[in-house]
């Protein structure tokens, strides 16, 4: 499974992202979807995951701002961000398990005034 990451950028605090995360050529049988992220200087973490029956889990620090979602018809999974705060700044990760171990390339959020 070939995984694109995009919806990136430069955003002030307090605002909002979308992620986006096409995969090819299906998620249908890849029960989990998640997101990390790597900071500078810090290791990669999991932000949020989802599994294929529609049961998610998120980092502490970003419960009640962000929100993931999958949608199989059309291979897509999504992290919705929002009260961006600075420390979020990071390149995001897209990534599906279970079975097998997928990555895509990065995708950077910039959280600035």
């Known amino acids: 499974v070939q995984l694109q990451a995009s919806g990136g950028g430069l955003v002030q605090p307090g605002g909002s992202l979308r992620l986006s995360c096409a995969a090819s050529?299906?998620?249908?049988?890849?029960?989990?979807m998640g997101w990390y992220r790597q900071a500078p200087g810090k290791q990669r973490e999991l932000v949020a995951r989802i599994t294929n029956s529609g049961s998610t889990d998120y980092v502490d620090s970003v419960k009640g701002r962000f929100t993931i979602s999958r949608d199989n018809a059309k291979n897509m999974v999504y992290l919705q961000m929002n009260s961006l705060k600075p420390e979020d700044t990071a390149v995001y990760y897209c990534?599906?398990?279970?079975?097998?171990?997928?990555w895509g390339q990065g995708t950077l959020v910039t959280v600035s005034s």
């Open positions: 050529p299906s998620i249908f049988y890849v029960n989990l």
């Open positions: 990534n599906g398990a279970n079975p097998g171990n997928y």
